[in-house]
């Protein structure tokens, strides 16, 4: 079993839709966490960090749940520039280096 | 353009060969980091510096694999006698250490170096 998974998807969804994304993580003693997006042939870039009372970016939303090990993500009124991949990462403390990833949720945002 | 490089882009090279890659990430940034990342994969954690030091090296890195980072500002990262299963897209990240409180931060990524292994 991999530490962090993901639905790969895709998913494919229309403008304006809400898509949800989630993540578990198989390390009880994990502390910090995050979303990055990655766009096709390009780098990972930070979206969000998580907080264990869930935050809010914009049309971004994401959710921390401890006792079951998941994280997730809400999109609202999706755009098309939203298309990309969505990568789970989790970190073993707040002060760790070493970083584990997901292998990635894919969304495509029609017209 | 004051962002993560990496150089080079992209190598091509046969099988048994030696390549070493170089990462110069953003100047003010303590840790640096390196991935390994395949199609439809995410990016999977070879190791990482703190200054000059090595802190952790994944149990996945073969003896093949090293990373230096001498003076603690840029990296290399090279690999002897390659093999096609190390064809992949490498990547390097940079961030800061908060001095307060030493909390984790923002990885800030480059745009890679693609190996292919012929």
């Known amino acids: 079993r991999k530490e962090v998974e993901q639905d790969p998807g895709p998913f494919n969804v229309p403008e304006g839709a809400t898509v949800a994304f989630n993540c578990t993580y198989s390390?009880?003693?994990?502390?910090?966490f995050f979303w990055y997006r990655q766009d096709c042939r390009k780098e990972p870039k930070l979206l969000m960090s998580?907080?264990?009372s869930g935050n809010e970016d914009g049309r971004f939303t994401a959710q921390l749940n401890r006792a079951s090990q998941y994280i997730s993500l809400l999109i609202r009124d999706s755009k098309l520039s939203d298309s990309a991949t969505y990568l789970c990462?989790?970190?073993?403390?707040?002060?760790?280096?070493?970083?584990?990833f997901g292998d990635g949720t894919t969304l495509t945002v029609k017209p | 353009d004051t962002g993560v490089s990496q150089d080079p882009r992209h190598k091509i090279t046969k099988r048994g060969q030696n390549v070493t890659f170089r990462c110069d990430p953003i100047?003010?940034?303590?840790?640096l980091y390196w991935y390994r990342q395949t199609l439809g994969q995410g990016p999977e954690f070879l190791t990482y510096?703190?200054?000059?030091?090595?802190?952790?090296k994944s149990r996945l890195l073969s003896d093949r694999f090293s990373a230096e980072r001498p003076k603690g500002s840029f990296s290399t990262l090279e690999i002897q006698r390659t093999e096609q299963g190390d064809s992949a897209m490498y990547l390097c990240?940079?961030?800061?250490?908060?001095?307060?409180?030493?909390?984790?931060?923002?990885?800030?990524f480059g745009p890679g170096t693609r190996l292919t292994v012929l």
């Open positions: 990240a940079s961030s800061p250490i908060d001095k307060g409180t030493s909390a984790y931060n923002e990885q800030f």
């Open positions: 100047s003010e940034h303590n840790r």
């Open positions: 390390n009880s003693a994990s502390q910090s």
């Open positions: 510096f703190q200054n000059e030091a090595q802190l952790e």
């Open positions: 998580v907080y264990s």
């Open positions: 990462v989790v970190n073993p403390n707040t002060n760790a280096g070493k970083s584990t």
